[in-house]
Structure formats: structure tokens, C-alpha cells
Nanobody, 122 residues
């Protein structure tokens, strides 16, 4: 079992930056692809970014390319999402997930955190 806890969310002004962290426990995440997803009320959870177990490959949703950066520190069992140039439409609950591959598909992930709210004011 992998237990994931997100942190770093909050209220930020448009154009600002936030760094989310996802701390894992229970098992090392070094063999897991890791992903970040987000969800707003009434909408399905959507892919944001993912990273391969080694950290050597990443994937991003088109709407965050050039603004968000996913990274990981396997020694600290932690994954990060640096969010820059934030827009009001980035407001959502952001979830961290662990799975076998660094897929863009939510159902391929086995473990999920509880989520952290990011609110971007205009």
C-alpha cells in the first residue's frame, strides 16, 4: 500500500506560483509512475502531469505546458508540481496518484491522495 498526502495548496493571485508536494509513505515510490490530476465540481478528474519512475520522462496536459513542472525526489519519497503563471481556470482540487506507468489516464493509477485545494483569484 502507498499512502499519499498532498500539501501546498491555497489561495494565490492570477500570475502567481504555487508548489504542491505529494509525500508518500508505506512503500517506496521509486518504481511507480506518478501523476497529478485536478477536479472541479461537476467535472471529471483531468490529467495535469505525470512523471516516470526514474524521473527521466514527463507528460503534460496541453493547458499546462510551459507553466507547470512535475518533478520527483525518490530519496525523499516525494513528488512535486511547480505551478507558475496561474490562471483562475486552474482553480481546482489537485490530486497526486501512483501507478504502474506514468499514464495520462486516471483509472490506471492505483493509489490516490486526498487532494489539496488551489484557488486562483483574478
Amino acid at each position: 500500500q502507498v499512502h499519499l498526502v498532498e500539501s501546498g495548496g491555497g489561495l494565490v493571485q492570477a500570475g502567481g506560483s504555487v508548489r504542491l508536494s505529494c509525500a508518500a509513505s508505506g512503500r517506496t515510490i521509486s518504481s511507480y509512475g506518478m501523476g497529478w490530476f485536478r477536479q472541479t465540481p461537476g467535472k471529471e478528474r483531468e490529467f495535469v502531469a505525470s512523471i516516470a519512475p526514474s524521473g527521466g520522462s514527463t507528460r503534460y496536459a496541453e493547458f499546462v505546458k510551459g507553466r507547470f513542472i512535475i518533478s520527483r525526489d525518490n530519496a525523499k519519497n516525494t513528488v512535486f508540481l511547480q505551478m507558475n503563471s496561474l490562471k483562475p481556470e486552474d482553480t481546482a482540487v489537485y490530486y497526486c496518484a501512483a501507478g504502474g506507468v506514468f499514464s495520462i489516464v486516471a483509472r490506471t493509477y492505483d493509489y490516490w491522495g486526498q487532494g489539496t485545494q488551489v484557488t486562483v483569484s483574478s
